[in-house]
């Protein structure tokens, strides 16, 4: 009986000297914490006092859980850009300092989610899942850390795989009018990049959420979300989300590359982005230049941008490519914005509402767009079939102005004419349907070689998809040297050139058995073609009587 009272005391005993212990090693700390006050709020922006030590872009917390970034450090108050809702913030609320800058959540968790640039998911599917968190403003990689582009990024569009073509670690702007075809490009582009070993990021910028909900549509119907980021601004957010969602989205892809993979990442678009900084930098009294855009807009795309590179193999190899997106007012190429991210970038596809009209899909102005780095990195044997495409082509677009006047043409030039129009045909591709590199070979090859000369203008569409479909044909040593990026030899340009006979054969066949029909029926039902005259009209002679002159007295 004793025994158990003794133990009850030690163990007392031992909790109690364990607690003076903790107390007496305690040593309270007073941690300071700087508060400032809300001076003035409008749309995006507000105006804070205080806070003496606050950093330039500095996160700062304000009531409610929205958060700002400090833009304008002057000496008696701060600008800060707010990124959510301002009504329900007021004049003298506080304001804390959180010591850090923005940042956003970066992870393998994050594919195939659709979230916001603070990192709050939009698609319904629960929180997100992130390794780590970055800054969303980080220094783009030193030029000794960088290769050469050499490795291509197939599209999956004709137009641009064979004559404009992309490599990975470019930045290729896309340009062109509203409603032309832009996003429609770059989400072909996705698409072409299954089963690719690219991680997509796709960031929208200010866009309607009707166009964004079918453009995610689009990327679940195809199975692109599986290797897809989208990070979204809608058109009714602050704009100082819409500002900082592609530092967000670059910073996401930035961890993909840094782990040694490609990532192609789209920014749609960035003329919103332009605007929202005008709009942010007119409310915090910046002095505004050229179009009223302030004089740092060059620099805000170009350290944007800077950061698309191809990392080297030191560095694990991966890469980061770039698609930004520009949308033209009335074709004009050479605004403010437009010729800013034309000197930024490595190359431009620019879309043409003219031939956008014409139904010539995609839009692509070939005369007008440009690579400058991806010809390097474009596969010998596109090289070997579309040398002299893009010149054949461009000629064609002059001539053909030229024609409309009714000019007399020589032989030649009609023969240039009809080649081109081919070219054109066969070049047009319907949306969300990326074409396979074999597929390419084989199409172009023929186009080439002369192989389509005899098909009907209007039935190279048709001519297309038996070439298409004949593509299956190939070899699978041809196809691998073609996958791989090979040159072509002889044997495998003759072994695709067979191919491409035997199928177009079938077409020509039935061209002309059509046609031969046509010529018969119109030989045996001449009254179809050509009216019958009537015994009356057979017995009176054709007369041009010449009008009366005028009487004197004639008005």
Do not use: W
Not at 37 to 56: E, H, K, W
Not at 75 to 91: M, P, S
Not at 117 to 130: A, E, M
């Amino acid at each position: 009986m004793s025994k158990e009272p003794q133990s009850l005391k030690n163990l007392f005993e031992q909790t109690f000297t364990g607690i003076s212990r903790a107390r007496e090693q305690f040593a309270p700390q007073l941690a300071p914490h700087e508060v400032g006050t809300v001076i003035s709020v409008s749309t995006g922006i507000a105006r804070v006092s205080g806070l003496p030590n606050v950093g330039f872009e500095e996160l700062l917390e304000f009531p409610g859980g929205i958060f700002g970034i400090a833009f304008n450090v002057d000496e008696n108050d701060i600008g800060v850009v707010l990124l959510g809702e301002h009504r329900h913030l007021h004049a003298g609320d506080e304001v804390k300092r959180t010591g850090r800058v923005m940042d956003v959540a970066v992870g393998e968790g994050l594919i195939g989610r659709v979230m916001d640039p603070l990192g709050r998911p939009l698609d319904g599917n629960g929180r997100l899942r992130f390794t780590k968190r970055l800054p969303i403003e980080r220094t783009a990689a030193a030029i000794m850390d960088r290769e050469p582009v050499n490795v291509p990024l197939q599209t999956g569009i004709k137009v641009i795989d064979a004559l404009i073509p992309i490599g990975r670690g470019q930045r290729e702007l896309i340009l062109g009018d509203r409603q032309t075809g832009k996003s429609v490009i770059a989400i072909d582009t996705i698409l072409n990049q299954q089963e690719q070993d690219v991680v997509c990021v796709y960031c929208a910028i200010g866009q309607r959420a009707a166009a964004v909900a079918k453009a995610v549509a689009v990327l679940e119907e195809k199975g692109a979300m599986a290797y897809t980021v989208v990070v979204v601004t809608e058109g009714n957010d602050p704009p100082g989300l819409a500002y900082i969602a592609p530092y967000a989205a670059t910073s996401i892809a930035e961890y993909f590359m840094e782990q040694g993979r490609d990532v192609l990442i789209v920014y749609d678009d960035l003329t919103h982005h332009a605007r929202a900084y005008r709009e942010l930098s007119l409310l915090l009294r910046r002095p505004p230049g050229r179009e009223a855009y302030p004089g740092d807009i060059f620099y805000i795309h170009s350290r944007l941008l800077e950061r698309a590179t191809h990392l080297r193999k030191e560095l694990g190899g991966g890469s980061m490519t770039a698609l930004p997106i520009i949308e033209t007012e009335a074709q004009n190429i050479s605004a403010y914005i437009p010729t800013n991210l034309i000197s930024i970038t490595d190359g431009q596809i620019y879309l043409s509402p003219s031939l956008f009209e014409l139904g010539v899909l995609p839009a692509v102005d070939v005369g007008k767009s440009v690579s400058r780095v991806g010809g390097k990195a474009q596969r010998a044997a596109f090289r070997a079939v579309a040398g002299d495409l893009k010149l054949a082509y461009a000629q064609f677009e002059e001539l053909e102005t030229f024609a409309r006047f009714g000019a007399h043409l020589d032989s030649d030039t009609r023969e240039v004419i009809e080649h081109g129009r081919r070219i054109r045909a066969c070049l047009k591709q319907p949306e969300f349907s990326p074409v396979p590199v074999s597929e390419q070979i084989i199409v172009l090859l023929a186009l080439t070689a002369g192989l389509l000369e005899g098909v009907p203008p209007e039935r190279i569409g048709e001519a297309e998809h038996v070439l298409r479909a004949a593509a299956k044909e190939i070899p699978a040593q041809v196809r691998e040297r073609l996958d791989t990026g090979k040159e072509l030899s002889s044997e495998d340009r003759e072994i695709i050139m067979e191919i491409a006979r035997d199928a177009l054969t079938r077409v020509q066949v039935d061209s002309g058995e059509n046609s031969k029909s046509a010529v018969e029926s119109a030989k045996s039902e001449p009254g179809q073609d050509r009216k019958e005259l009537t015994p009356h009209q057979k017995a009176e002679p054709e007369s041009n009587p010449e009008p009366e002159p005028l009487n004197s007295g004639d008005t």
